[in-house]
């Protein structure tokens, strides 16, 4: 079994910085792709940033700038550096992994999420 727990969100003023973190454990052979997604109350859940396993990024373009995502591979973590954060970036943010387990099977798993609130 495994499972991915994100840290770092809280509540931060408008222009300040937020670091996440997304931690994987459990009968992990390997992970490939790791991602941040994020959903705001009554939107749909929208990407923010993907990182292949040989460190290949994605942004969508309204991201590019102020997102950045990085990994650990020896410590099965992802990360998002978010700078300038805006109140339009309040969200809950979700990790999600496709990983391999040590049985070989694949999976996509996501985490509980966590809190990222922006005052103005």
């Known amino acids: 079994q495994v499972q991915l727990v994100e840290s770092g969100g809280g509540l931060v003023q408008a222009g300040g910085s937020l670091r996440l973190s997304c931690a994987a454990s459990g009968s992990i052979f390997a992970i490939n792709d790791m991602g941040w997604y994020r959903q705001a109350p009554g939107k749909q859940r929208e990407l923010v940033a993907t990182?292949?396993?040989?460190?290949?990024?994605n942004y969508p373009d309204s991201r590019k700038g102020r997102f950045t995502i990085s990994r650990d591979n020896a410590k099965n973590t992802a990360y998002l550096q978010m700078n300038n954060l805006k109140p339009e970036d309040t969200a809950v943010y979700y990790c999600?992994?496709?990983?391999?387990?040590?049985?070989?099977?694949?999976?996509?798993?996501w985490g509980q999420g966590t809190q990222v609130t922006v005052s103005s």
């Open positions: 999600n992994a496709d990983i391999i387990s040590t049985a070989r099977s694949i999976v996509r798993i």
């Open positions: 990182i292949t396993r040989s460190g290949n990024t």
